[in-house]
């Protein structure tokens, strides 16, 4: 029998709850496409599935043309939720990486 962690759990519950703030956001400023890619990262997480939603984290570009850092947004929330999202992802590789646990991500 497959044993849980606690603290995995904990932490793919809170990086899940900043992906959908951040998927909120991002359907807000009109960023279809984003807020999909950002649908898939918080599907995994959902579903438990660590490492393939921080490696579909990584791969949306954050920097550079056609990046996320184009985005020019109407809502002065975009950056902190951004920020949490990426950061509470961030925790989970570290985690699963390095057995760093880090304090869970504030969210709101």
């Known amino acids: 029998m497959k044993s849980v962690d606690p603290i995995l759990v904990?932490?793919?519950?809170?990086?899940?709850?900043?992906?959908q703030v951040f998927v909120r956001t991002l359907e807000a400023e009109g960023q279809s496409r984003w807020a999909e890619n950002f649908r898939k990262v918080a599907s995994l997480l959902e579903s438990g599935e660590a490492k393939a939603a921080?490696?579909?984290?990584?791969?949306?570009?954050?920097?550079?043309?056609?990046?996320?850092?184009?985005i020019y947004p109407e809502?002065?929330?975009f950056e902190k939720h951004w920020g949490q999202?990426?950061?509470?992802?961030?925790?989970?590789r570290l985690y699963l990486?390095?057995?760093?646990?880090?304090?869970?991500?504030e969210v709101h």
């Open 54 to 70: 921080v490696q579909l984290h990584q791969s949306n570009r954050s920097t550079g043309m056609g990046s996320l850092s184009d």
């Open 85 to 92: 999202c990426s950061a509470a992802i961030g925790n989970i």
């Open 10 to 19: 904990a932490k793919l519950r809170n990086a899940y709850e900043a992906t």
């Open 97 to 105: 990486e390095y057995g760093i646990d880090r304090p869970l991500v």
């Open 75 to 77: 809502n002065g929330h």
